[in-house]
């Protein structure tokens, strides 16, 4: 069974029963999902958890949806490795990286479509749809195979190849939409109204959001059940990093940590940066952009959450950065060989902005970071390459490698 | 009839036009503002209208061709 209580809206507070809804009918406010608290901590623990599966799951009574009938490839519980290595680089004595990397389909948004198709299975809908330019579409193609629900996947029809792939290997339904990301936007907004599918980021979106908040669970149980002081979040729509938020602030009052003070700081990419741009001019009030950078997975030009983000990173005491392409693929080649983890550019952006922040004193060196890596790099490969050593080809007998590899060493002393 | 829920942001240089009242009076709708935030250098208005598809969509262009950005109420939609 799930607490959940009924659908809240964010701007006037308005109830609404636990249907498949995502806006407000009187002020057009989005709808987020309330729970009984009270009923929750009389349940919940941290023995309770801990004797749960090693997945989202384990948080089922902190969840909107019945986890025993739950669309379930595993997502959640991924590794929180510490960074010492990556630390030392950017002056941070207590760094930890969130591998997100390592879901079913390699990236964080299992966590959501994990909930948003069970979700979906409750309501009655035997179709899971999306628009996506490639995590979300693989992850809902991936779970709605599962569920043995169809799957239509809208991308704009620029999208490179590579990433179309990662779904059509699930048998979802690929729709190339001609235009620009606004007019698939438009576009799907329609179809929701129109069709009895479940569009897991527009009509189940409350559920689907409240997925998110497994990653701040996750956090806190790892660190042996205490909140970060600092965590350094990729920004697109804002959702995340206001659930993590959120998620932190309930652990508190479930009383599975004793306090929180984590500030939460967002990194988004300077060629779609509406959010931070709205931080740093010292407004609430977010201004669409039209996206132009590498980092396609954050390219959200009017983003659905930015004012609550932007809340959010105000009333932790957080930031909000921006970082350059350039700075995301050095940023994706310094995780990597740092902390043998390959991130895809979302990736890079976290590590960029956590440079930034701590270069600038944003982060003090003695605090407990923790920087969210939400994807995994093999899905974004064409942004490094071209930018790593290549490969030394050699003969097969060792004269040759030896030859080879002096002449490479040769490279690198002369080289500096 | 048909009913649509938008956003419209406007660009400074547009915050002071009657743009809504224009609106109205040149198609056959009925628009029914719901929230908004304007101030004198910004501005986004959230409303519902209603009228015929087709005057709903030549509408939506006629104040995109304004200058003014159009999108569904929930923002963008399309995630990573």
Redesign the interface.
Known sequence: MSYARALRCK?CGREYPLDPI??CE?????LEVDYDREAQRKVVSRERIDGGPPSLWRYRDLLPCDADRAVDLNAGFTPLLRAPNLGEVLGLRHLYIKNDCVNPSW?F?DRVVAVASTKALEFGFDTLA???????ANAVAAHAARAGMKAFVFV?ADLEPGKLLGSAIYGATLVAVDGG??D???L???LADRYEWA?V??NV?PYYADGSKTLAYEVAEQLGWRAPDHCVVPM??GSLITKIWKGLDELAKLWLVDSVQTKVSGAQAAGCAPISNAWQAG?L?V??VKPNTIV???????????YYALQAIGESGGSAVAASDEEVVDAIKLLAESEGVFAEN?GGVTVAGLKRLAESGRIAPDELVVAFIT?AGPKTQEAVAGKLAEAIHVSPTVASFEQAIGERKGVVSSGG | MAKQ?VKF?FPQELITLPIIYELGKSFNLVTNI??A?V?ED?G?V?L?LEGELEEIERSMQWVASKGV?V??????????
Not at chain 1, 26 to 30: D, E, L, Y
Not at chain 1, 130 to 136: E, M, P, R
Not at chain 1, 296 to 306: E, F, T, V, Y
Not at chain 2, 71 to 80: L, R, S, T, W
Request: charge should be positive; include cysteine; proline fraction near 7%.
């Open positions: 701007e995502h806006v009187f002020c057009f406010g989005p990236s948004k999306c628009a996506s330019t490639g995590n979300l704009p990301y606004d698939v936007n438009r799907c907004s329609e569009f980021n527009i979106r697109a729509s407004t009030s201004r669409p396609k997975s954050l390219a959200i030009g009017n983003p659905a959450d930015g979302a994807g | 829920r942001t719901r929230r935030d101030t910004r986004w959230i519902e950005r999108d569904p109420v929930q923002g963008d939609v399309i995630e990573g």
